[in-house]
């Protein structure tokens, strides 16, 4: 597998992982990140989409991908905490402009959670800069095909439950 493929497939595990989690466990074990506190702006820092637990999913299911695409772990949480600060960073920008937890805004839920663990790792993974924009144009492309899916999915599980 490429560096480019490895790469990818990291990012978008580390950034699918956490809606997996919500999506199979509802809203069992999902503490907000920035406990209910507001921002200056009498904003929330984050929102209550960005939990404890996906953090956690991520951090700790995104090493092991690494290791099974022949990859040290280290590099699996260097971009799992690429990949959530990214998010996280989004989620905060998200919030000044007055959107509400998980609205879409075009290439700012995609751009910083694939850029930044991509940059991170170019040295590691030998990624070159046309590798490293591949990375964030087939992230953003994959999360903007997959993010309606995972939205009716969730819709439909909790009609179930």
């Given amino acids: 597998m490429t560096p480019t493929l490895q790469m990818l497939a990291l990012v978008v595990w580390a950034n699918g992982v956490p809606v997996s989690a919500r999506l199979l466990l509802g809203s069992r074990l999902a503490h907000p990140l920035d406990g ?3 921002f200056r702006d009498g904003r929330p820092w984050l929102g209550t989409s960005k939990t404890w637990r996906g953090l956690g999913a991520a ?19 260097i971009a799992a905490l690429g990949a959530m600060s990214g998010d996280l960073l989004a989620s905060f920008i998200k ?9 879409p805004v075009l290439f700012l839920d995609e ?28 992230f953003a492309l994959t999360d903007l ?3 309606p899916v995972a939205g009716r999915l969730r819709r439909t599980i909790k009609r179930l439950r």
């Fill in 36 to 38: 209910g506190r507001l």
């Fill in 111 to 138: 751009l910083p959670e694939a850029l930044i663990p991509a940059v991170l790792l170019m040295a590691a993974l030998d990624l070159s800069a046309a590798g490293v924009v591949i990375v964030v144009i087939a």
């Fill in 95 to 103: 919030r000044r402009l007055g959107r509400q937890p998980s609205e």
């Fill in 145 to 147: 095909l997959l993010t």
């Fill in 59 to 77: 951090l700790l299911t995104t090493p092991l991908l690494a290791v099974l695409l022949g990859l040290p772990w280290l590099l699996g949480l």
